[in-house]
T-cell receptor
Framework: DAKTTQPTSMDCAEGRAANLPCNHS???????VYWYRQIHSQGPQYIIH???NNETNEMASLIITEDRKSSTLILPHATLRDTAVYYC???????????????FGKGTLLTVNP | NAGVMQNPRHLVRRRGQEARLRCSPM?????VYWYRQLPEEGLKFMVY????????ESGMPKERFSAEFPKEGPSILRIQQVVRGDSAAYFC??????????????FGQGTRLTVV
């Protein structure tokens, strides 16, 4: 799986949009960008994933650049409960075989301030 | 639809004892993954199982650790003769086997093992 680079930490004011960047310059054509987050002492939570088109769900939006070498996770209206470590992971989609294991880096600690 | 259930949530063992961690996947999921998170570190993949089969155990320590996912019942991660270095949070995740479904991995809340 391609390697990702994320800032160590970020701050965001409550109610504002949180934009979390991720660089994945060695991404392959069949690799997706996944985002998970881990709120303190809890299990990781799936947020969103995408291949090349921008994606949106009830939790967040994912913007992938045209060359696919970077992406941004957007939490449109951050709340205090969004304080967590956010992981950007690049991997081939679908289950089966050793492709599936998720390689978690250090992620970005997002702190939402009141 | 209940999520991935892990028990116990907290487990304390003395050095040399055995630890058994259980994971019940989400309904309809037949793929299970175990991850370990040492204090102040990231999550590390341990093992990937399907019903009655170990698919990938490349992240498992060579000794004292074993995992199973029987035809009936939960997946079990077993640690024999625990040592203090085994103290960590152990997370289980599951996914659906059908590529046409949402095959994302959903994680449980983890078991926090403390070896005293």
């Amino acid at each position: 799986d391609a390697k990702t680079t994320q800032p160590t930490s970020m701050d965001c004011a409550e109610g504002r949009a949180a934009n979390l960047p991720c660089n994945h310059s060695t991404i392959s054509g069949n690799e997706y960008v996944y985002w998970y987050r881990q709120i303190h002492s809890q299990g990781p939570q799936y947020i969103i994933h995408g291949l090349k088109n921008n994606e949106t769900n009830e939790m967040a939006s994912l913007i992938i650049t045209e060359d696919r070498k970077s992406s941004t996770l957007i939490l449109p209206h951050a709340t205090l409960r969004d304080t967590a470590v956010y992981y950007c992971i690049v991997r081939v989609a679908g289950s089966g075989g050793s492709n599936y294991k998720l390689t978690f880096g250090k992620g970005t600690l997002l702190t939402v301030n009141p | 639809n209940a999520g991935v259930m892990q028990n116990p949530r907290h487990l304390v063992r003395r050095r040399g004892q055995e630890a058994r961690l259980r994971c019940s996947p989400m309904k309809g999921h037949s793929h299970v993954y175990w991850y370990r998170q040492l204090p102040e570190e990231g999550l590390k993949f341990m093992v990937y199982l399907q019903k009655e089969n170990i698919i990938d155990e490349s992240g498992m320590p060579k000794e004292r650790f074993s995992a199973e996912f029987p035809k009936e019942g939960p997946s079990i991660l077993r640690i024999q003769q625990v040592v203090r270095g085994d103290s960590a949070a152990y997370f289980c995740a599951s996914s659906h086997p059908d590529r046409r479904m949402n095959t994302e991995a959903f994680f449980g809340q983890g078991t926090r093992l403390t070896v005293v």
